[in-house]
């Protein structure tokens, strides 16, 4: 699993989540994103506008 904002790749706890969230773009793709994308823009809005 790699993050789709800086390409990272994302750890997975023993349960199988990952360090990060998912969030879905305007195509209801799911994308993934990394724990540090996810504290860095904070929103679900600041991480769909850094897919672009
Ligand atoms: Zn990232």
Redesign the pocket.
Same mark, same amino acid.
């Given at each position: 699993m790699k +993050?789709d904002? @800086?390409s =990272?790749k994302i750890e997975t706890t023993f349960l199988g989540k990952i360090r990060g969230t998912y969030v879905r773009d305007a195509k209801g793709k799911q994308k993934a =994103? @990394?724990f540090? +994308?996810q504290r860095k823009l904070v929103t679900k809005e600041a991480l769909l506008d850094a897919l672009k």
């Open positions: +993050c904002i @800086c =990272a =994103a @990394c540090e +994308c």
